[in-house]
């Protein structure tokens, strides 16, 4: 089974607009943390938000909110006030278990951003 | 430019032969990852490191790879008698102990296997 899905291959908003990413995980640890990551075409992967399983609250980071359902197993970012510079794939990534170090990785949505 | 350092940022070889790969991590960082990522896919992990210990490897690491952090600072990945279906970009991470931080990523070695 996949531990991470993102089921949105791609996605095309306006410029100014909100987005929202889709990203739901899979495990029974009840010890675990989501992470967002933006890849740009330089490759570069950059990390963006963090939600562990024990916050109560959302986590945000200026234009990034993570919105958290734990009961529905999801984790999707939101990013508002999108801009050109936005445009890039967007991985989300669990890390599994206290003391785990690995990610687990989504297969990534494409998010284009028009003017 | 105190980010993760990656060398080669292309290499291309032809089938069978060695590369190796280094990465310096971000200087105060003691963990150093390295991923592998497909056209398409998101990474995939092959190994951790705490310090010069490598503490994980994934399955997806076969014999023909082999990493090392002699010193705990820089770590290199080496690929032997390389196949094409080892070309995809190399991707190393370093984090400090934190779980909430999340590991920042260099820019990534594009292998190709000719």
């Known amino acids: 089974a996949q531990k991470i899905t993102q089921t949105q291959p791609g996605m095309f908003v306006q410029e100014k607009e909100a987005v929202t990413l889709d990203c739901t995980y899979d495990t029974s640890d009840p010890s675990y943390g989501l992470f967002w990551y933006k890849q740009p075409s330089s490759g570069e992967m950059i990390f963006l938000i963090y939600?562990?399983?024990?916050?109560?609250q959302n986590a945000t980071e200026g234009r990034y909110s993570l919105n958290f359902q734990k009961a529905r197993k999801s984790a999707n970012l939101v990013i508002s006030a999108s801009q050109l510079g936005d445009s890039a794939m967007y991985f989300c990534a669990m890390r599994e278990g206290r003391g785990a170090q690995k990610l687990v990785f989504g297969q990534g949505t494409r998010l284009t951003i028009n003017p | 430019d105190t980010g993760v350092s990656q060398d080669p940022r292309h290499k291309i070889t032809k089938r069978g032969q060695n590369v190796t790969f280094r990465c310096d991590p971000i200087s105060e960082h003691n963990r150093l990852y390295w991923y592998r990522q497909t056209l398409g896919q998101g990474p995939e992990f092959l190994t951790y490191?705490?310090?010069?210990?490598?503490?994980?490897k994934s399955r997806l690491l076969s014999d023909r790879f082999s990493a090392e952090r002699p010193k705990g600072s820089f770590s290199t990945l080496e690929i032997q008698r390389t196949e094409q279906g080892d070309s995809a970009m190399y991707l190393c991470?370093?984090?400090?102990?934190?779980?909430?931080?999340?590991?920042?990523f260099g820019q990534g070695t594009r292998l190709t296997v000719v």
């Open positions: 490191f705490q310090n010069e210990a490598q503490l994980e």
């Open positions: 991470a370093s984090s400090l102990d934190r779980a909430s931080l999340g590991a920042f």
């Open positions: 939600q562990g399983s024990y916050d109560q």
